[in-house]
């Protein structure tokens, strides 16, 4: 099993950009789906989070209003779209996997994830 996310990279604050992750191996149609970021010298701390069906979605405080979680059963992918980008959101994402399916409750809690991809860093200016 692989989780592979991209779309990081340097822009400038209020910039929008979308970050992916694509997985592959198995396929997680049944299991709800996170992004978590680890900014410098800090913890690893919850974004955002999207259920199996896509009809659930939970975010941070410090992101709600300017991100949209999404997700592609189809295609095994995750989405994550950024607006208004801010230099406090400078961290490397991680997408990950919910350990069980068809959980939701805990889904904003890092432990309870058992997939992870391997990050892409984002790094925005002011």
């Known amino acids: 099993v692989q989780l592979q996310a991209f779309g990081g990279g340097l822009v400038q604050a209020g910039d929008s950009l979308s970050l992916s992750c694509a997985a592959s191996g198995r396929t997680f149609g049944n299991y709800a789906m996170g992004w978590f970021r680890q900014a410098p010298g800090k913890e690893r701390e919850f974004v955002a989070t999207i259920s199996w069906r896509g009809d659930r979605k939970d975010y941070a405080d410090s992101v709600k209003g300017r991100f949209t979680i999404s997700r592609g059963n189809a295609n095994n992918t995750l989405s994550l779209l950024m607006n208004n980008v801010k230099p406090a959101d400078t961290a490397v994402y991680y997408c990950?996997?919910?350990?069980?399916?068809?959980?939701?409750?805990?889904?904003?809690?890092?432990?309870?994830?058992?997939?992870w991809g391997q990050g892409t860093k984002l790094t925005v200016s002011s």
């Open positions: 990950a996997v919910r350990n069980r399916p068809y959980v939701w409750s805990g889904s904003s809690t890092a432990s309870f994830f058992h997939y």
